[in-house]
């Protein structure tokens, strides 16, 4: 995904938290998932950041048919962690599972935590405190 306007984030100073409300969405297609995910171009935008931006906090919502595998499900965001980590970023994350079926339920936080304790891609910066994952509070 490509931003259709020149934005970034050098100008803002002083800048040191940043959120973001976004929606991904997988469906599974053939043996494999296609993904619809705007975290490239909010990866793009990140990378424009001041020195001063030390917290992102992204609220997302994650449409899914069924529950891929862990490492399919968190995919759309290893890019966005790594750059965070390279940048001296924490990205916070509120995540919800949506399953689209007859019942269009939302799957529990234990299921999104045990969820993410798989994904490969993202365990490392878990570890090191980059990528904090926090329940949803209703």
């Not at 931006?53 to 069924?66: M, P, R």
């Not at 999104?112 to 994904?119: A, K, N, T, V, Y």
């Amino acid at each position: 995904m490509v931003l259709l306007f020149p934005f970034t984030l050098a100008d803002l100073f002083h800048m040191e938290r940043l959120t973001i409300f976004t929606v991904c969405a997988l469906w599974p297609r053939g043996d494999g998932w296609d993904q619809y995910s705007p975290t490239p171009a909010i990866t793009e935008l990140i990378s424009t950041a001041p020195p001063t931006l030390k917290q992102v906090f992204l609220e997302f919502t994650l449409l899914l048919q069924n529950l891929p595998d862990p490492d399919t499900a968190w995919a759309p965001l290893v890019p966005l962690v790594e750059k965070c980590s390279s940048l001296s970023i924490t990205i916070s994350v509120c995540a919800k599972f949506k399953i689209q079926d007859e019942r269009d339920k939302y799957l529990c936080p234990s299921k999104i935590f045990s969820s993410l304790s798989g994904c490969g891609g993202l365990k490392q910066y878990v570890e090191k405190g980059v990528f904090v994952l926090i329940p949803e509070i209703e």
